[in-house]
């Protein structure tokens, strides 16, 4: 999706659930558009079955029972497109905005153009297996069925080569990865295809009468005519073996106007050297398999990593500090997105680990770009503290404190979005005295979240000759460093994007 004004997308929210893309696609003679249960096609239905996601709204999707999780949304596809009378799948609801595929146990396929803002992780969910029955209705869901997002790699949208790849927030339970087919120059003219997700946003479709009717001379893009629609935006697009050879970038206008109502935009005959716009798989794979730290059977790289990771990008081998009051320098470009905070991170990440031996208070502000911190005792301990935007105006820069009690901290400088650059992290450790014998100690697990509540005290801007209060300066040099902690105070809510 491209970036339009505030105003045009409080628009389109108020009409849609998410607005997933504006390129949709078209049907080609004959829509060929099959419920998988009834597809002929072993094979293809067994791929649907195992690898296909859809795309949906957080909000719509209703998880308080594991075993009978329940998709909320009740619009159809007739009252959303004001169809006519006949239109096939009418009286289907359509919740979903793009389609994905599984590539390897936390990692999935999709569209650039699907997760080009931060909101497209943050507040959506993938569901496998939503699709309808025999009977008519649509298919159980449960728990291992639905993932949410915990960051994005090899993200790319110029128009014509369009990927990504969501790192799942676990690894998936219950469905396998599809076969991966690179053809370093593209495929033939004339290869059969099929189309294999979510059109429109209603339960996931199976398309095998498209081919392949160009290819670009560099291999990375291609068109075919596969019967596809908005919402097929990031399905796969496999050959009649099973094998994922592609995705749908994008392509026509969906309906046309049939005089008072709307009807399938039907392009008969089909062209021999147009249709909808396709990116082939090995543009996307050399881009996620480069990005540092990725370990995947999907690269061929011998089970390691293609490219080793960076310092500090994964918690388990974070970046060893002194509790020593400094400002840090450095930059996330080339970090993997691999974890995330309660209050957001959808971008890269790094990681910094300290040890405390007595009780001290903590602080800690980023700037440079829109950042997220957040505090965790351990990898896997409870989040301590979590903070988004000091300048809410422009989204910028971040900090949190909290009183930790001796023991291993990790502290996480994580991006809001894909958009990073340099920054700079100032910490401070201060030494606080016991409290009384009479008060309750401080739990280091229960600090507070950037949720409106009290936060703590905070840590004053890091950077050098910064008032504070009534003319006051904090330094920023070494350990002579005169660190101040301002009182406590209520962090504002976060301004929502």
Same mark, same amino acid.
């Given at each position: 999706?491209?970036?339009?004004?505030?105003?045009?997308?409080?628009?389109?929210?108020?009409?849609?659930?998410?607005?997933?893309?504006?390129?949709?696609?078209?049907?080609?003679?004959?829509?060929?558009?099959?419920?998988?249960?009834?597809?002929?096609?072993?094979?293809?239905?067994?791929?649907?079955?195992?690898?296909?996601?859809?795309?949906?709204?957080?909000?719509?999707?209703?998880?308080?029972?594991?075993?009978?999780?329940?998709?909320?949304?009740?619009?159809?596809?007739?009252?959303?497109?004001?169809?006519?009378?006949?239109?096939?799948?009418?009286?289907?609801?359509?919740?979903?905005?793009?389609?994905?595929?599984?590539?390897?146990?936390?990692?999935?396929?999709?569209?650039?153009?699907?997760?080009?803002?931060?909101?497209?992780?943050?507040?959506?969910?993938?569901?496998?297996?939503?699709?309808?029955?025999?009977? $008519?209705?649509?298919?159980?869901?449960?728990?291992?069925?639905?993932?949410?997002?915990?960051?994005?790699?090899?993200?790319?949208?110029?128009?014509?080569?369009?990927?990504?790849?969501?790192?799942?927030?676990?690894?998936?339970?219950?469905?396998?990865?599809?076969?991966?087919?690179?053809?370093?120059?593209?495929?033939?003219?004339?290869?059969?295809?099929?189309?294999?997700?979510?059109?429109?946003?209603?339960?996931?479709?199976?398309?095998?009468?498209?081919?392949?009717?160009?290819?670009?001379?560099?291999?990375?893009?291609?068109?075919?005519?596969?019967?596809?629609?908005?919402?097929?935006?990031?399905?796969?697009?496999?050959?009649?073996?099973?094998?994922?050879?592609?995705?749908?970038?994008?392509?026509?206008?969906?309906?046309?106007?049939?005089? $008072?109502?709307?009807?399938?935009?039907?392009?008969?005959?089909?062209?021999?050297?147009?249709?909808?716009?396709?990116?082939?798989?090995?543009?996307?794979?050399?881009?996620?398999?480069?990005?540092?730290?990725?370990?995947?059977?999907?690269?061929?790289?011998?089970?390691?990593?293609?490219?080793?990771?960076?310092? $500090?990008?994964?918690?388990?081998?974070?970046?060893?500090?002194?509790?020593?009051?400094?400002?840090?320098?450095?930059?996330?470009?080339?970090?993997?997105?691999?974890?995330?905070?309660?209050? $957001?991170?959808?971008?890269?990440?790094?990681?910094?680990?300290?040890?405390?031996?007595?009780?001290?208070?903590?602080?800690?502000?980023?700037?440079?770009?829109?950042?997220?911190?957040?505090?965790?005792?351990?990898?896997?301990?409870?989040?301590?503290?979590?903070?988004?935007?000091?300048?809410?105006?422009?989204?910028?820069?971040?900090?949190?404190?909290?009183?930790?009690?001796?023991?291993?901290?990790?502290?996480?400088?994580?991006?809001?979005?894909?958009?990073?650059?340099?920054?700079?992290?100032?910490?401070?450790?201060?030494?606080?005295?016991?409290?009384?014998?009479?008060?309750?100690?401080?739990?280091?697990?229960?600090?507070?979240?950037?949720?409106?509540?009290?936060?703590?005290?905070?840590?004053?801007?890091?950077?050098?000759?910064?008032?504070?209060?009534?003319?006051?300066?904090?330094?920023?040099?070494?350990?002579?460093?005169?660190?101040?902690?301002?009182?406590?105070?209520?962090?504002?809510?976060?301004?929502?994007?």
């Amino acid at each position: 999706m491209r970036s339009r004004s505030s105003l045009a997308c409080l628009l389109l929210l108020a009409c849609s659930p998410e607005i997933a893309a504006e390129r949709a696609p078209v049907v080609y003679a004959e829509d060929g558009r099959t419920e998988p249960h009834a597809h002929p096609s072993a094979t293809l239905r067994a791929v649907a079955a195992r690898s296909i996601a859809m795309k949906i709204g957080a909000r719509h999707v209703d998880r308080s029972d594991p075993s009978d999780v329940r998709i909320t949304y009740r619009r159809t596809l007739r009252e959303a497109q004001e169809l006519c009378d006949g239109v096939a799948f009418a009286d289907q609801i359509e919740p979903g905005t793009c389609s994905g595929t599984l590539i390897d146990a936390q990692h999935l396929l999709t569209a650039g153009h699907c997760m080009d803002t931060a909101r497209d992780c943050d507040e959506s969910l993938w569901v496998f297996g939503f699709q309808m029955t025999p009977s $008519g209705e649509i298919a159980p869901l449960v728990a291992d069925d639905v993932y949410g997002c915990a960051g994005v790699l090899a993200y790319f949208d110029d128009g014509e080569i369009d990927h990504a790849v969501v790192r799942l927030d676990r690894p998936v339970v219950g469905h396998s990865p599809a076969e991966l087919r690179v053809e370093p120059s593209g495929l033939a003219r004339g290869t059969p295809i099929a189309l294999i997700g979510h059109p429109n946003g209603i339960p996931m479709k199976i398309d095998d009468g498209g081919a392949i009717t160009w290819t670009s001379r560099d291999g990375a893009s291609a068109r075919g005519t596969v019967d596809a629609f908005s919402g097929n935006s990031g399905s796969g697009v496999f050959d009649h073996a099973g094998r994922l050879v592609a995705l749908l970038r994008g392509g026509e206008t969906d309906y046309v106007d049939a005089g $008072g109502c709307n009807v399938v935009n039907v392009i008969d005959p089909p062209p021999a050297d147009d249709g909808e716009g396709l990116t082939y798989l090995r543009p996307a794979l050399e881009a996620f398999c480069a990005s540092p730290g990725v370990s995947s059977p999907a690269c061929d790289c011998g089970g390691e990593p293609c490219v080793p990771e960076l310092e $500090g990008d994964r918690c388990d081998a974070a970046e060893v500090i002194a509790p020593v009051s400094r400002t840090l320098t450095g930059s996330l470009v080339g970090y993997a997105p691999l974890d995330r905070g309660e209050c $957001g991170g959808a971008g890269p990440e790094r990681v910094y680990a300290f040890t405390v031996s007595e009780r001290t208070a903590f602080g800690a502000r980023s700037a440079g770009f829109d950042t997220v911190l957040y505090l965790r005792a351990g990898c896997d301990g409870p989040e301590i503290a979590c903070h988004d935007d000091v300048d809410r105006d422009t989204d910028r820069g971040s900090q949190l404190s909290a009183v930790l009690d001796p023991g291993t901290y990790h502290l996480f400088l994580d991006a809001y979005d894909a958009d990073v650059d340099t920054y700079t992290l100032a910490l401070s450790f201060e030494p606080v005295a016991p409290p009384d014998a009479g008060s309750a100690p401080v739990d280091a697990g229960s600090g507070a979240r950037d949720a409106g509540r009290d936060a703590g005290p905070l840590l004053a801007d890091a950077g050098p000759e910064t008032p504070v209060g009534g003319g006051c300066r904090v330094g920023t040099r070494g350990g002579g460093a005169a660190w101040l902690l301002i009182l406590l105070g209520l962090l504002g809510a976060r301004r929502r994007r």
